[in-house]
């Protein structure tokens, strides 16, 4: 391959990554744009990108409204309950399929992941009448106990990655005098940086954009997490769709920034830790 071709398929590989970036982006502008925009300018025809004028006063009639900070103090406390518990529970299970040797261990593996085709739907209506009969109704706890009793796909995620770490370090912590605790905690979790960074990313993502959990186990206005609070500002008769965009630009923002602060930390465990998977 000559040179000049070399180049030119550099910039159609650049120009494709851009275009796709752009499409990726343009909802977030456009969400930020209608958050901007006045009443009258959000169903004008052409519509506009840019917004004359500008009104940042969107955003403040939001705090002034609503309880911004205790609602987004809910749903970030359900993210760290629901995140501590799935790094728990997860590990825990992860390492017994992927360390210890047990009759019937994979059958029991087989069967967790069989649970993993079992639609959502099938157990909700099961888990709301225990929760409701054991007087959890209209508290966080539901929204999070789930999270100690381990995910399926979490725990298959996790047992990949141990699987690679080799067992003769193991060993040697043993020899050494480590038990159970000892050896995963100075052993095992170190090199399992990349991927308890990855469970803790999608158990956020999970719980922060839950809509249907809330909407089921919450009455409680106090309790409302962002997504309640987003549907709730839309009425029957109307949408202040320039304040809903606010919100809802408001909401996103905490994601990209545990993206990219995750993203660091997955790149900077695999260059440490040598993990090749």
Not at 4 to 23: E, I, N, Q, R, W
Not at 100 to 129: D, E, S
Not at 173 to 202: E, S
Request: aromatic share 16%; hydrophobic share 55%; net charge positive.
């Amino acid at each position: 391959m000559t040179r000049a071709k070399k180049v030119m398929s550099k910039v159609v590989v650049l120009v494709v990554l851009v275009a796709v970036a752009v499409m990726m982006v343009f909802p977030l502008l456009w969400m930020l744009s209608t958050a901007l925009k006045p009443s009258y300018q959000l169903m004008q025809f052409p519509p506009e990108l840019i917004p004359h004028p500008a009104l940042w006063s969107n955003f403040k009639y939001l705090f002034a409204q609503y309880p911004m900070l205790r609602i987004f103090g809910n749903s970030f406390f359900l993210c760290a309950m629901n995140i501590i518990g799935s790094l728990i529970s997860c590990t825990l299970v992860a390492y017994g399929f992927a360390k210890y040797r047990a009759p019937g261990k994979n059958v029991l593996f087989a069967i967790l992941l069989a649970t993993m085709m079992i639609p959502w739907t099938v157990t909700l209506v099961p888990q709301f009448a225990i929760f409701k009969a054991l007087g959890l109704y209209n508290t966080f706890v539901p929204l999070f106990l789930k999270s100690f009793f381990g995910n399926a796909f979490l725990i298959f995620l996790l047992r990949q990655f141990m699987m690679g770490i080799p067992n003769e370090m193991e060993e040697a912590a043993k020899i050494d005098g480590a038990n159970f605790f000892q050896t995963l905690y100075f052993v095992i979790l170190p090199m399992l940086r990349p991927a308890l960074a990855l469970v803790a990313v999608f158990t956020f993502f999970w719980t922060w954009n839950d809509f249907i959990g809330p909407l089921v186990y919450l009455s409680n206005p106090n309790l409302e997490t962002v997504q309640l609070a987003i549907k709730g500002m839309q009425t029957q008769h109307s949408s202040p769709w320039n304040y809903i965009m606010a919100f809802s630009f408001l909401s996103v923002v905490p994601c990209i920034i545990v993206f990219f602060i995750a993203q660091r930390q997955l790149v900077d465990g695999i260059a440490v830790n040598g993990l090749k998977q």
